[in-house]
């Protein structure tokens, strides 16, 4: 094969891998929407999503609430790219370090205030103090987190992502609750295996 035409043989392969990750998300669909297989033909309450409704129903919790509304809770998102999210952080509470592996997160607070924050991939933190009303962006992938620094009141957030199921790894969950060996954790930590036990046993479910 001639220099030249190799040359761009291997333009056009780069080229369309670029644009495949560019694009990369929820898979395009082919018709307006998916239907559930023990439904074929819905009617408007398939297209309604009544789990927020317990919002309005229960005191404020006092830990942190986390109400999804993802492929795995509303069967209508499916091929949408769209879910949602209501964070109910009572005084004092932490939506601890973690990622959403397939979207980016669009937090609107509606009430309180918040301290939220993302790493980027140079190890660079970005945080800021949000008020009810503010918005803010944190990245696809990028571990981030939330804290309710204040000691008496609530904060209420809305969560939009770009998936219909954008998951959620647990930064404290993945490594200390998963099994990984405790001589890796001590070695990768810079600790001793003492001390990640400790952690490990903080983490373990309450009886």
């Keep these: ?123 660079k933190l970005f945080t800021q103090t949000l008020q009810a009303g503010d918005l803010f962006v944190l990245p696809k992938g990028l571990v981030h987190f939330q804290y309710n620094a204040d000691p008496h009141k609530l904060a209420l957030a809305i969560s939009a992502f770009g998936s219909a199921n954008a998951g959620t790894v647990s930064l404290p969950n993945t490594l200390f609750a998963s099994g990984i060996d405790d001589n890796v954790l001590a070695i990768s930590f810079k600790t001793d295996v003492t001390t990640i036990q400790a952690l490990k046993a903080g983490l373990a479910p309450k009886p």
Excluded at 30 to 54: E, M, W
Excluded at 77 to 105: I, K
Aim: aromatic content about 10%.
């Design 1 to 123: 094969m001639p220099m030249a035409v190799l040359k761009s043989f291997l333009l056009v392969i780069f080229s369309l891998a670029i644009t495949r990750t560019a694009t990369a998300g929820d898979p395009n669909i082919l018709t307006d929407f998916i239907v559930a297989t023990n439904d074929p033909n819905p009617d408007g309450s398939f297209f309604t999503y009544k789990g927020f409704r317990t919002l309005y129903q229960h005191k404020p919790p006092s830990t942190l609430k986390v109400l999804k509304a993802g492929l795995a809770e509303f069967p209508a998102l499916n091929g949408q790219s769209v879910s949602y999210a209501v964070l109910d952080y009572p005084a004092g509470s932490m939506n601890p370090p973690h990622t959403h592996p397939r979207s980016a997160e669009l937090l609107f607070l509606v009430r309180g205030t918040l301290q939220v924050g993302f790493v980027d991939t140079t190890n």
